[in-house]
């Protein structure tokens, strides 16, 4: 799939789950930023290695020409510009949306919303695994031919694509769990609930539990 195919037919759907995930966790609104923060730094990261790959020639991105069925003339317009960025910096913008919502905030918050109860096997498994599933992916993706990234150096590309993960997810995850470890699930008070939770269905504090 083309990066500009995924921003309009993908994208939408992508931060539609992503909104319902945030209402089943229902995080602090002070946590909930700072999974954003830390998804960001991941989806940076990631952006830089590959900025850094394609000029060590360990990989590179090939992008076509845009051949949007029934589009219109502005979905035509904005496939060409985000071309024409991607072919500037070499890299697939819109392809970031993934690491920074859903391997970045929303594992990060999952990560949070099940680490203090009787699911924290959970959170370990996510913790270790969520970089080891996006290690795994990608080496397999480029050595099939399933993605836009064509490596030539495999050597090097294969360790880079180790060391981009482990210290991207890793880097965002201490940012985030700086603040998030302080504020965890059940001792949030309902001020710090987000707006759209109703009272009702915020979970109990530890002051009301005892």
């Known amino acids: 799939m083309e990066a500009y195919e995924f921003l309009f037919y993908v994208a939408p759907l992508l931060i539609l789950f992503y909104a319902g995930s945030i209402l089943f966790i229902r995080p602090t ?29 360990w990989w590179q991105y090939s992008f076509r020409q845009v051949s949007l069925d029934k ?12 071309i024409g960025i991607m072919n500037a910096v070499h890299a ?4 970031y949306i993934t690491p ?3 391997y970045g905030s929303l594992i ?3 990560i949070w919303r099940f680490w203090a109860g009787r ?6 498994l996510l913790l270790i ?15 099939l031919h399933n993605s836009l990234q064509t490596w030539e150096n495999v050597p090097l590309a294969i360790v880079g694509t180790i060391f981009l993960w482990l210290i991207a997810f890793y880097a965002g995850f201490t940012i985030f769990w ?20 109703p009272a009702e269905q915020r979970p109990t504090t530890s002051h009301e539990i005892s």
């Not at 730094?41 to 394609?54: F, K, P, R």
């Not at 589009?71 to 904005?78: A, K, V």
């Not at 697939?92 to 392809?95: C, F, T, V």
Request: with cysteine; proline share 5%; net charge neutral.
């Open 100 to 102: 920074i919502l859903i």
């Open 108 to 110: 990060f918050l999952l």
């Open 129 to 143: 695994g969520t970089p080891l599933f996006c290690i795994a992916r990608d080496i397999l993706d480029a050595v």
């Open 92 to 95: 697939p913008l819109p392809l």
């Open 29 to 57: 609104k002070q946590v909930f930023g700072m999974s954003l923060l830390g998804g960001l730094v991941l989806g940076i990261i990631n952006l830089l290695v590959d900025i850094v790959a394609y000029n060590a020639h």
């Open 119 to 124: 699911l924290r096997w959970l959170s370990w």
């Open 71 to 82: 589009s219109t003339h502005l979905q035509i317009t904005l496939a060409n510009t985000v």
């Open 178 to 197: 700086r603040t998030a470890s302080k504020r965890p699930y059940t001792e949030y008070t309902a001020e710090d609930a987000l707006p759209w939770h």
